[in-house]
């Protein structure tokens, strides 16, 4: 069979993997169910095109498994007679029916054609088939793979079936590789310059193929296989922008960036991913210490929080503070375990799709060799199209940056260390170094009774510097803390507050 024999030829070891996967999904399928119960949804495109293959290779083998007879050995390379559903819809390319109904006539696909929306044309067709499962093309990172494994039911509120999903831990590379390495005829389209084909009103070429013809200044496009950044492979898709308030949240005390004393400043969130922290098991040494770090640098820390393992749970969060502070720092819940669920939680709050991430699939090779192949390349997705990797030489990994949004690695205090000098030593920083804070610390053991007034007056009369109190215990000192970017104004402000009392009343401690 010649997609198989393709295959064990190639000195491609990763491919060998992912067909080798993915074919054994296929006979499983195949053992499972009668060949009448199996379905094929085939819309045209690069990764079904490749399915298809798949299927004829796993159709091959496993007739060869449980028949031990050849037969008719064309019909054996050619046929994998597959019930194949098609939804034909008017918004589709012409070169995209074209190829799919020449494909069907070559590969005796029994193409069932359905024009209505989905949900319902499907629902119709199990009703009038023995349908009980459908191989799907669908891969990680697919707007529909959330929550998907290779077999999985049906959604909730969806006509019954199992879906099958032999490709779903393949990344852009992979499809490509396994076309050009069988040498398998797909839509014309694709050489085009198009990387990823929806309707004809939301899919243009991708502008990263665009070559310009100087002599005639006419716009041309390399095949899509040439695209070098899998992530990139939806930039010809249309984006809905959806609009955000942006407004600078006020600080009710001090540093609000107001009057004749301004000084800029830039604001942080801290949000940090562990139920070990919400259950008391594990105490959060790194947002203290990240809280500190950015201190040192003139960043006003907004927000600290502590979110569940759970990708909802992290998109609230960062849906939350991305719209509202210069930068996110993201901690806890990055790896291959079920709780690591940072990277989808903020590819969720973004509005992408989780896809792999070939360079930094590289990394983890190097680091854990390969291991992250195959079904675990999970470690190497990350959200499509807002990912930046942050390479420095003290780090195994790059650091991930999702726009404003940095996912740390750190798991303790000194990892942090690093990871922090690496961000600040980094040749275009993505944090940048304002000017520092200057504080100063004042105790008395006057009673909350006596100070509270003189300090809220203080505050208005002082709304660009932070004026904050805490106490260690209830009996000890009150400490008063001054903040600002004005050296200045803080003493001046700490000089206020002195003078409003008896002489020793208070005094300033080193905190």
Not at 68 to 74: C, D, I, K, R, T
Not at 77 to 82: F, S
Not at 148 to 172: A, C, H, K
């Amino acid at each position: 069979m010649e997609i198989d024999r393709a295959i064990k030829e190639s000195s491609d070891r990763r491919l060998q993997t992912k067909y080798n996967n993915a074919v054994y999904v296929i006979q499983r399928t195949f053992a499972l169910y009668e060949f009448e119960q199996v379905a094929f949804s085939f819309n045209g495109g690069k990764d079904s095109t490749v399915l298809l293959h798949l299927l004829r290779a796993g159709y091959y083998l496993h007739k060869e498994k449980t028949d031990n007879s050849h037969g008719n050995q064309l019909d054996c390379m050619l046929n994998c007679p597959i019930r194949t559903i098609y939804f034909e819809s008017p918004c589709a390319f012409p070169d995209i029916n074209l190829f799919t109904y020449e494909t069907a006539a070559v590969y005796d696909l029994h193409l069932e054609i359905i024009r209505s929306d989905f949900k319902s044309g499907l629902g119709t067709l199990l009703t009038e088939k023995p349908i009980k499962a459908i191989f799907l093309g669908t891969r990680i990172g697919d707007p529909n793979a959330v929550g998907q494994e290779q077999f999985s039911p049906s959604s909730t509120g969806w006509p019954p079936f199992m879906r099958v999903n032999p490709i779903l831990d393949w990344s852009y590379r992979d499809v490509w590789a396994f076309i050009l390495t069988c040498k398998v005829k797909y839509c014309s389209l694709y050489d085009q310059g198009y990387t990823s084909i929806g309707s004809i009103h939301d899919t243009v070429p991708n502008a990263l193929l665009s070559v310009a013809e100087s002599s005639t200044m006419k716009e041309n496009f390399k095949p899509a296989y040439m695209l070098s950044d899998g992530r990139q492979e939806r930039a010809g898709r249309a984006k809905k922008i959806s609009s955000k308030s942006e407004s600078t949240p006020v600080l009710s005390n001090g540093l609000n960036n107001i009057g004749p004393h301004k000084n800029s400043f830039l604001t942080a969130s801290i949000i940090a991913v562990g139920d070990e922290i919400l259950f008391g098991t594990a105490e959060d040494q790194i947002g203290a210490t990240l809280c500190k770090k950015l201190q040192t640098i003139g960043w006003q820390v907004a927000h600290v929080a502590v979110v569940r393992n759970d990708v909802d749970s992290v998109a609230e969060e960062v849906e939350r503070r991305k719209s509202k502070d210069d930068m996110v720092f993201l901690f806890g819940g990055l790896g291959p375990l079920h709780s690591d669920v940072s990277a989808a939680g903020v590819a969720k709050a973004f509005g992408v799709r989780l896809a792999p991430d070939e360079e930094f699939e590289e990394y983890l090779r190097h680091l854990i060799g390969d291991h992250c192949t195959g079904d675990r390349n999970e470690m190497a997705l990350l959200p499509e199209g807002i990912t930046e990797l942050l390479h420095h030489e003290m780090l195994p990994v790059p650091l991930i940056k999702c726009r404003n949004v940095i996912i740390l690695a750190a798991t303790n205090v000194s990892e942090l260390e690093t990871e922090w000098e690496c961000l600040l030593q980094l040749p275009s920083p993505p944090i940048v170094r304002m000017a520092p804070f200057k504080s100063k610390h004042l105790h008395t053991m006057l009673s909350d009774i006596e100070t509270a007034q003189v300090i809220s007056k203080l505050c208005i009369d002082f709304p660009d510097i932070y004026i904050g109190c805490h106490r260690k215990s209830r009996a000890g000192p009150l400490i008063i803390n001054f903040v600002g970017k004005d050296n200045t104004r803080v003493e001046l402000a700490a000089q206020n507050l002195c003078e409003r009392f008896p002489a020793g009343a208070v005094r300033e401690v080193k905190l």
